[in-house]
């Protein structure tokens, strides 16, 4: 891996969110509105008694949360659909460029997106709803870097499909994640769901992030049982899914579609 | 030997793309990768870069297994198509930018400099790619393939959408490198007179297969099966491309 080229790569999606509307959008716009209706939804159920400042705070939390989850793997699908679109792919693999110096520097360019539109939503969590994330971030940001993990997972196995079956499934990029919100018990704990569908969403990352999150945001206590349960889980569907990107790869350098995107 | 291509095929399935292709390259040498569509040039092509893996055979690149040394090849390899296309939304110095970087060019902004005055296309560096032509979009993709000064360029239809004051210009430029810095090239053009201007030596592909290669009065000769004293490629590459259409 050299520096130089994941550079290049940060370069080219930095430009793209400095001259594509869409991308600025897709980094402020959503996560502002998201906290918004979020927002007033806590100040109706605080006017009705229903539930107190706590349930505000895990529903403003988790709204956060899944807010970087979300985009951090929409956008690793659409960083790739952007050289897709742009007919790139070529010049960028006929150049001395690795999928994994690619992904990373897709990545860190993620990051800084995602804590662009996180910061915003934070901020107006904070002015509008009186909910202040700071003080519990310390411990929130081990559950934040298992959700982003998993969107990284998520985003490398999109990214796979769409390799394989082109833009007809681009659609993915921005309805995967949204799959599994049901039982990933973002705005409501694990107990909320029926018996059979738990064993399934305590098999997820985002499930055992929520859960720690409400229960720092309940008792200011961390969960390491959760981090590294979250954590192991992630380390398992990463390798699955770079296994997998990695055998649509070298099957579509086989197959010759690398040069018949479109 | 710049590059040596060893009995090169890819099959898809029951179709055979390219079939028992060799072809080598000595440094400085201009070679014409000719034919009708479908003969099996792009497909060629996208092997040497590793883009498509082949079925058998093997690419040796300054004496190195391509395979084995993609990474440490493609460093001094360059490549442009006029079918395949830049960021559309980033301006020309910013899609010149990123690949600089990428190939880890020295002084990058004085090498883009450079190339956008060789190129004639230094007015539209602050130009979004999607706003050019054909043309225009042709030469800044030139002007990326030459970024790193590589020692092999491939170019597919170098001058295609490029009236013939710039293809001249273009042909001067892919000349000069060649005396200059002993710049390789290989490529492949649907224009005839052209490719006998610039080639030293031609490669004919037909269905997948290599029909014959050598001078273009060589091939002029072997394939219209005649005593000629000069080259008249347009003739073979009619004659080549009528044998098709007669075929039952």
Same mark, same amino acid.
């Given at each position: 891996?050299?520096?130089?080229?994941?550079?290049?790569?940060?370069?080219?999606?930095?430009?793209? &969110?400095?001259?594509?509307?869409?991308? &600025?959008?897709?980094?402020?716009?959503?996560?502002?509105?998201?906290?918004?209706?979020?927002?007033? *939804?806590?100040?109706?159920?605080?006017?009705?008694?229903?539930?107190?400042?706590?349930?505000?705070? *895990?529903?403003?939390?988790?709204?956060?949360?899944?807010?970087?989850?979300?985009?951090?793997?929409?956008?690793?699908?659409?960083?790739?659909?952007?050289?897709?679109?742009?007919?790139?792919?070529?010049?960028?693999?006929?150049?001395?460029?690795?999928?994994?110096?690619?992904?990373?520097?897709?990545?860190?360019?993620?990051?800084?997106?995602?804590?662009?539109?996180?910061?915003?939503? $934070?901020?107006?969590?904070?002015?509008?709803?009186?909910?202040?994330?700071?003080?519990?971030?310390?411990?929130?940001?081990?559950?934040?870097?298992?959700?982003?993990?998993?969107?990284?997972?998520?985003?490398?196995?999109?990214?796979?499909?769409?390799?394989?079956?082109?833009?007809?499934?681009?659609?993915?990029?921005?309805?995967?994640?949204?799959?599994?919100?049901?039982? $990933?018990?973002?705005?409501?704990?694990?107990?909320?769901?029926?018996?059979?569908?738990?064993?399934?969403? $305590?098999?997820?990352?985002?499930?055992? $992030?929520?859960?720690?999150?409400?229960?720092?945001?309940?008792?200011?206590?961390?969960?390491?049982?959760?981090?590294?349960?979250?954590?192991?889980?992630?380390?398992?569907?990463?390798?699955?899914?770079?296994?997998?990107?990695?055998?649509?790869?070298?099957?579509?350098?086989?197959?010759?579609?690398?040069?018949?995107?479109? | 030997?710049?590059?040596?291509?060893?009995?090169?095929?890819?099959?898809?399935?029951?179709?055979?793309?390219? @079939?028992?292709?060799?072809?080598?390259?000595?440094?400085?040498?201009?070679?014409?990768?000719?034919?009708?569509? /479908?003969?099996?040039?792009?497909?060629?092509?996208?092997?040497?870069?590793?883009?498509?893996?082949?079925?058998? /055979? @093997?690419?040796?690149?300054?004496?190195?297994?391509?395979?084995?040394?993609?990474?440490?090849?493609?460093?001094?390899?360059?490549?442009?198509?006029?079918?395949?296309?830049?960021?559309?939304?980033?301006?020309?110095?910013?899609?010149?930018?990123?690949?600089?970087?990428?190939?880890?060019?020295?002084?990058?902004?004085?090498?883009?400099?450079?190339?956008?005055?060789?190129? /004639?296309?230094?007015? =539209?560096?602050?130009?979004?790619?999607? %706003?050019?032509?054909? /043309?225009?979009?042709?030469?800044?993709?030139?002007?990326?393939?030459?970024?790193?000064?590589?020692?092999? =360029?491939?170019?597919? @239809?170098?001058?295609?959408?490029?009236?013939?004051?710039?293809?001249?210009?273009?042909?001067?430029? =892919?000349?000069?490198?060649? %005396?200059?810095?002993?710049?390789?090239?290989?490529?492949?053009?649907?224009?005839?007179? @052209?490719?006998?201007?610039?080639?030293? %030596?031609?490669?004919?592909?037909?269905?997948?297969?290599?029909?014959?290669?050598?001078?273009?009065?060589?091939?002029? %000769?072997?394939?219209?099966?005649?005593?000629?004293?000069?080259?008249?490629?347009?003739?073979?590459?009619?004659?080549?491309?009528?044998?098709?259409?007669?075929?039952?």
């Amino acid at each position: 891996m050299k520096i130089h080229r994941i550079q290049a790569v940060m370069i080219r999606h930095l430009y793209e &969110i400095r001259r594509n509307a869409d991308r &600025i959008t897709d980094m402020v716009y959503w996560p502002i509105l998201d906290i918004i209706v979020w927002g007033f *939804f806590t100040i109706y159920l605080a006017h009705g008694g229903r539930g107190g400042n706590r349930l505000a705070d *895990f529903l403003l939390g988790a709204a956060i949360l899944w807010g970087m989850f979300y985009a951090f793997q929409r956008d690793l699908a659409v960083g790739f659909l952007d050289e897709l679109w742009s007919r790139n792919l070529i010049n960028l693999f006929s150049a001395p460029l690795d999928v994994t110096e690619y992904l990373c520097g897709l990545v860190v360019v993620n990051l800084i997106k995602v804590a662009a539109g996180a910061g915003c939503a $934070s901020l107006i969590a904070w002015t509008c709803y009186a909910f202040d994330i700071l003080p519990a971030l310390p411990q929130l940001v081990p559950y934040m870097l298992n959700l982003m993990l998993f969107g990284l997972a998520l985003g490398v196995f999109t990214s796979g499909l769409i390799f394989r079956y082109t833009t007809k499934v681009q659609g993915l990029a921005w309805s995967f994640a949204g799959l599994l919100q049901p039982v $990933s018990c973002v705005f409501y704990p694990l107990s909320a769901l029926p018996r059979p569908l738990r064993l399934v969403a $305590s098999l997820l990352p985002t499930t055992q $992030s929520f859960e720690g999150m409400r229960q720092v945001l309940a008792a200011g206590a961390f969960s390491p049982p959760r981090f590294w349960c979250a954590l192991a889980l992630n380390v398992m569907y990463f390798g699955a899914a770079a296994m997998f990107f990695r055998w649509i790869f070298e099957s579509a350098r086989r197959r010759g579609l690398l040069v018949k995107f479109e | 030997m710049v590059l040596e291509v060893k009995h090169l095929s890819k099959r898809y399935g029951a179709l055979t793309a390219v @079939e028992d292709v060799s072809f080598s390259l000595a440094q400085g040498e201009i070679l014409g990768l000719l034919g009708p569509n /479908g003969a099996g040039k792009s497909t060629t092509i996208h092997m040497l870069l590793g883009l498509i893996t082949p079925s058998a /055979g @093997e690419v040796r690149v300054f004496g190195l297994r391509f395979c084995d040394y993609r990474k440490h090849i493609l460093q001094l390899i360059n490549f442009t198509s006029p079918y395949v296309s830049l960021p559309l939304r980033l301006t020309v110095m910013e899609n010149l930018r990123v690949f600089a970087r990428l190939y880890n060019v020295e002084h990058p902004q004085k090498r883009i400099d450079e190339l956008l005055e060789l190129f /004639g296309v230094g007015a =539209l560096r602050n130009q979004p790619v999607a %706003r050019l032509s054909s /043309g225009e979009n042709t030469r800044v993709g030139l002007c990326k393939a030459m970024l790193n000064n590589p020692r092999l =360029l491939l170019l597919d @239809e170098p001058t295609a959408s490029l009236d013939p004051e710039i293809a001249w210009q273009v042909k001067q430029v =892919l000349l000069q490198a060649q %005396r200059e810095f002993g710049t390789t090239i290989l490529c492949t053009s649907h224009n005839m007179l @052209e490719v006998e201007r610039l080639c030293n %030596r031609i490669v004919f592909m037909h269905h997948g297969r290599v029909i014959a290669q050598g001078s273009p009065i060589e091939i002029t %000769r072997a394939i219209l099966k005649e005593e000629r004293s000069e080259p008249a490629l347009e003739e073979v590459f009619l004659r080549v491309a009528r044998l098709e259409e007669s075929a039952p």
